[in-house]
């Protein structure tokens, strides 16, 4: 593939943004020209050869961007490669096991063919904005599960099946 790869997300607090940035510069070390983008900005999804889609994960259920995202695009992305990841664990299961995706990502799989799921832990820290965040937080389960070895991996992967 020579074209270029698009990296997009939903995020609420910047987390799923950053394991997003890190798929993009794991992609660039491979070779591959990479743009990253939010989901609620992407006009378009025609001038891409493949699309990676993340979204956090909310009381089960991916981030409303990432999900209007899928929509809106739908008959645009099932005509070319895509992986789709989560983010979202506060804790270490996402590190000891591979998680499967909730359903509602189960089922945007299945609609546009794609060719990967991976769920990587999340980062919710002090500076979060909400109610539940700061619930969440004084109830002691923030922090940073993010594996960024585990990402990168990941990203390798999708390289090696875009790399001609």
């Given at each position: 593939?020579?074209?270029?790869?698009?990296?997009?997300?939903?995020?609420?607090?910047?987390?799923?943004?950053?394991?997003?940035?890190?798929?993009?510069?794991?992609?660039?070390?491979?070779?591959?020209?990479?743009?990253?983008m939010r989901a609620s900005s992407v006009p378009f999804v025609t001038r891409y050869d493949a699309v990676v889609v993340?979204?956090?994960?909310?009381?089960?259920?991916?981030?409303?961007?990432?999900?209007?995202?899928?929509?809106?695009?739908?008959?645009?992305?099932a005509q070319r490669p895509v992986w789709l990841f989560s983010s979202g664990p506060l804790d270490t299961s996402?590190?000891?096991?591979?998680?499967?995706?909730?359903?509602?990502?189960?089922?945007?799989?299945?609609?546009?063919?794609?060719?990967?799921?991976?769920?990587?832990?999340?980062?919710?820290?002090?500076?979060?904005?909400?109610?539940?965040?700061?619930?969440?937080?004084?109830?002691?389960?923030?922090?940073?599960?993010?594996?960024?070895?585990?990402?990168?991996?990941?990203?390798?992967?999708?390289?090696?099946?875009?790399?001609?």
């Amino acid at each position: 593939m020579t074209g270029t790869v698009l990296v997009t997300y939903g995020t609420k607090n910047g987390s799923t943004a950053h394991i997003a940035e890190s798929i993009a510069d794991t992609l660039r070390r491979h070779g591959l020209t990479v743009e990253t983008m939010r989901a609620s900005s992407v006009p378009f999804v025609t001038r891409y050869d493949a699309v990676v889609v993340g979204g956090g994960l909310y009381a089960g259920r991916w981030h409303k961007d990432a999900r209007a995202f899928v929509r809106r695009h739908r008959p645009d992305l099932a005509q070319r490669p895509v992986w789709l990841f989560s983010s979202g664990p506060l804790d270490t299961s996402a590190a000891e096991r591979e998680l499967p995706p909730v359903r509602g990502v189960r089922r945007a799989m299945l609609e546009l063919h794609a060719r990967g799921h991976a769920t990587f832990g999340g980062c919710l820290d002090d500076d979060a904005d909400g109610w539940p965040a700061r619930r969440i937080l004084r109830s002691g389960n923030g922090g940073d599960f993010r594996d960024f070895e585990a990402v990168a991996a990941w990203a390798s992967g999708i390289a090696a099946e875009l790399k001609p």
